[in-house]
Nanobody
Framework: QVQLVESGGGLVQAGGSLRLSCAAS????????MGWFRQAPGKEREFVAA????????YYADSVKGRFTISRDNAKNMVYLQMNSLKPEDTAVYYC?????????????????WGQGTQVTVSS
């Protein structure tokens, strides 16, 4: 059974940093695209960042470019999201997601596996 488990969320002041981790189990995702999404209260889930298996391709939402960095460790089946210069508008539940395919995409419905999410709260 495929399982994605996020960790690293919490409460941080504006301008601070957090590093989210996603542990994948149940199968190897080293050849698959993986991504991070977020959902704020009353809003739809939105794309944040994605990465392909070779780490040669990374996509970011315009709202996080230059502040967030996605990375992965295929040997450990882990994906990370380093978040710097956090803003109150970054407050949301952050979800790790994996595709069954190689190509990196940004659409929510193109991802096949999802974690339960981790809360990130940025105070002003």
């Amino acid at each position: 059974q495929v399982q994605l488990v996020e960790s690293g969320g919490g409460l941080v002041q504006a301008g601070g940093s957090l590093r989210l981790s996603c542990a994948a189990s149940g199968r190897t995702f080293s050849n698959n695209a993986m991504g991070w999404f977020r959902q704020a209260p009353g809003k739809e889930r939105e794309f944040v960042a994605a990465i392909n298996w070779s780490i040669a391709t990374r996509y970011y939402a315009d709202s996080v470019k230059g502040r967030f960095t996605i990375s992965r460790d295929n040997a450990k089946n882990m994906v990370y999201l380093q978040m710097n210069s956090l803003k109150p508008e970054d407050t949301a539940v952050y979800y790790c997601a994996a595709r069954q395919r190689v190509a990196v995409v940004t659409m929510v419905n193109e991802y096949d596996y999802w974690g339960q999410g981790t809360q990130v709260t940025v105070s002003s």
